[in-house]
């Protein structure tokens, strides 16, 4: 199984600054299949990024993903109030998926 | 519009069994991986099972590796997890999820599990 280990927990930050959020694997993520969702609180989560650097469909520019290997990263380049929430990383390279445990990111 | 709508939810006593459903509309069932991913309250995601397209491979995450089954009805648009020898560590919501390869473009809105005496 491959341990997705996100950093930091917690991150606390104002609107309109940037948000680094990472998440590194315990072994390589072949084929950059790896992706980042956002959660709010009681509500399912919603993708934003998958082949760990491609935006899903209606997801704004401010949120990007780099990364391969074992290290990856989401970027919020300017944190709008709607950006507060859990971000959760996850791998599909393997048979058994795997989610990271998950950045909160809550207002300073 | 796609959509994802779990049932059988509830509690049950430790040791007890569960059937969850999902309902699946609005995309072409039979062409899709399902998965279901669980949360406990308060906790993170976790990727509990899935199955293939037509029902001949399905996978399981180590804690519910023989207690759990996930199947699959094509004509019924429905994905199921029979869920066995329950305990109080699988209390959470349950989602069923799908999209391609094995990232989840579509969630449905979660059924709770409660395993309590």
């Known amino acids: 199984e491959i341990v997705l280990t996100q950093s930091p927990g917690t991150l606390s930050l104002s609107p309109g600054e940037r948000a680094t959020l990472s998440c590194r694997a315990s072994?390589?993520?072949?084929?950059?299949?790896f992706a980042w969702y956002q959660q709010k609180f009681g509500q399912a989560p919603r993708l934003l990024i998958y082949g760990a650097s491609r935006r899903a469909t209606g997801i704004p520019d401010r949120f990007s993903g780099s990364g391969s290997g074992t290290d990856f990263t989401l970027t919020i380049s300017r944190l709008e109030p709607e950006d507060f929430a859990v971000y959760y990383c996850?791998?599909?390279?393997?048979?058994?998926?795997?989610f990271g445990g998950g950045t909160k990111v809550e207002i300073k | 519009e796609v959509q994802l709508v779990e049932s059988g939810g509830g509690l049950v006593q430790p040791g007890g069994s569960l059937r969850l459903s999902c309902a699946a509309s609005g995309f072409t069932f039979s062409s899709y991986w399902m998965h279901w991913v669980r949360q406990a309250p308060g906790e993170g995601l976790v990727w509990v099972s899935r199955?293939?397209?037509?029902?001949?491979?399905?996978h399981y995450a180590d804690s519910v590796q023989g207690r759990f089954t996930i199947s699959r009805d094509n004509a019924k648009n429905t994905l199921y997890l029979q869920m066995n020898s329950l305990r109080a560590e699988d209390r959470a919501v349950y989602y069923c999820?799908?999209?391609?390869?094995?990232?989840?473009?579509?969630w449905g809105q979660g059924t709770l599990v409660t395993v309590s005496s």
């Open positions: 996850q791998q599909y390279t393997s048979s058994l998926l795997t």
């Open positions: 072994q390589t993520v072949s084929n950059s299949y």
């Open positions: 999820a799908t999209g391609n390869s094995g990232y989840f473009q579509y």
């Open positions: 199955i293939n397209s037509d029902g001949s491979t399905t």
